[in-house]
């Protein structure tokens, strides 16, 4: 059974998520799984969300117990998670994901980074040897249903990142982009978001810092200037960006008291808050973009998209019971009529892959018909002719 614990920008404060961020690497998901009951585990940390997709046993008593209780144990204030995370389970986890990796559930509605960081988050937990086989074809089956809603929506066109969203709301304040200095924190995915995002408005000024010396390299393949000192950097820029994975500005690093705007997009946080308190710096966090961004509609078909999606992978699973009977009643006659075979005759091996193949012939469609029946919510009437034509329980 699939569990998911879902702590995000509705019922977590940001500071909570914050110091949670910092505590998540790349062991957390196989200390989930050392769990007795828990066979798997996807952890899923993003700028204003983490979550736990767990594959717990389905003889587990109270399985949201368990995974609040391996939360509160395994993460630095997760016993403060624990007390505000939802906790899903079976075919409402399964909706819950296929949602979030669509961007349903994001912060901004139809963001366009949180299919590749649910697919990381996979990818991470496959390396550390914590995904099981239902893991990984859910998580595979809500990539499915992203491609889709882009197929058959405008979303890529129309999603928002948190960045552009930011740009959004500064627009009465920046008419022209051109001249303003722009200092860019980080060298991820994000900050070349940024870029793509500043370029856009026209800005033209870019610089980029990097704690870890990827400057340099970065700067070189998006035609912006490296730095290589953070305060003397802050202190030529009219805005600062921030998207990396650790603190950089701090009250030291501002050397000047300048009029300057600085925006964190990190989780865990970039800047010190502290730094909101400088005379001459304005401070916008997750906190404020969350509670001052106008979220976009997102076209009712997106959300059809992913339901059908959903409501297909549920049903398809459903019929496995009725599957695995049906192929299993060919196995057995197969298995039987195999032992008919005269011993030694030249011909047995060939008489033996040609029964094999009949055998995977007359699987083959029967099992198709058994998804299609259970898409349309008519699988009992296939599972009651299974009982009427071939006896099975």
């Given at each position: 059974m699939l569990l998911c614990l879902t702590a995000n920008h509705r019922n977590t404060e940001f500071d909570v998520l914050d110091r949670v961020a910092r505590s998540v690497d790349a062991a957390t998901?196989?200390?989930?799984?050392?769990?007795?009951?828990?066979?798997?585990?996807?952890?899923?940390?993003?700028?204003?969300?983490?979550?736990?997709?767990?594959d717990v046993s389905d003889d587990a008593e109270a399985p949201e117990k368990i995974g609040t209780t391996a939360l509160a144990a395994l993460l630095d204030d997760g016993a403060e998670l624990a007390a505000s995370v939802t906790a899903l389970s079976g075919d409402d986890a399964i909706r819950h994901l296929f949602s979030v990796s669509s961007g349903l559930e994001s912060m901004v509605m139809g963001e366009d980074e949180i299919s590749g960081q649910v697919q990381r988050a996979l990818v991470a937990s496959r390396e550390a040897g914590a995904v099981t086989g239902h893991l990984e074809q859910v998580f595979q089956r809500a990539a499915t249903a992203n491609r889709a809603v882009r197929a058959r929506t405008d979303l890529a066109a129309s999603g928002r990142t948190l960045v552009r969203t930011v740009l959004d709301m500064l627009e009465l304040r920046v008419a022209d982009w051109s001249p303003i200095p722009v200092l860019i924190v980080g060298t991820g995915s994000y900050a070349a978001t940024t870029i793509q995002s500043l370029r856009a408005r026209g800005a033209?000024?870019?610089?980029?810092?990097?704690?870890?010396?990827?400057?340099?390299?970065?700067?070189?393949?998006?035609?912006?200037?490296?730095?290589?000192?953070?305060?003397?950097?802050?202190?030529?820029?009219?805005?600062?960006?921030?998207?990396?994975?650790?603190?950089?500005?701090?009250?030291?690093?501002?050397?000047?008291?300048?009029?300057?705007?600085?925006?964190?997009?990190?989780?865990?946080?970039?800047?010190?808050?502290?730094?909101?308190?400088?005379?001459?710096?304005?401070?916008?966090?997750?906190?404020?973009?969350?509670?001052?961004?106008?979220?976009?509609?997102?076209?009712?078909?997106?959300r059809d998209v992913v339901g059908a999606h959903a409501a297909t992978y549920l049903a398809h699973r459903a019929a496995v019971p009725a599957i695995v009977g049906y192929r299993r009643h060919i196995a057995d006659a197969l298995a039987a009529e195999l032992t008919r075979l005269p011993h030694g005759s030249g011909h047995s091996d060939d008489i033996e892959r040609a029964l094999r193949h009949f055998a995977a012939v007359l699987a083959h469609g029967p099992s198709v018909r058994a998804r299609e029946f259970a898409a349309a919510g008519r699988l009992d009437e296939y599972e009651a002719a299974l009982r009427i034509v071939f006896d099975l329980p």
């Open positions: 998901a196989s200390a989930f799984a050392a769990h007795a009951d828990v066979r798997g585990a996807v952890v899923l940390a993003t700028c204003n969300r983490f979550e736990a997709y767990l033209e000024n870019l610089r980029v810092f990097s704690a870890t010396g990827r400057a340099a390299r970065f700067a070189e393949k998006f035609g912006v200037t490296a730095e290589d000192d953070l305060p003397d950097a802050i202190s030529r820029a009219r805005i600062v960006i921030t998207c990396t994975s650790r603190y950089t500005v701090t009250v030291d690093q501002i050397i000047d008291e300048k009029n300057r705007l600085i925006i964190d997009l990190g989780l865990p946080r970039n800047v010190d808050p502290a730094v909101g308190e400088l005379a001459g710096i304005e401070l916008i966090d997750l906190a404020i973009i969350g509670k001052n961004a106008e979220l976009p509609e997102l076209a009712d078909v997106a």
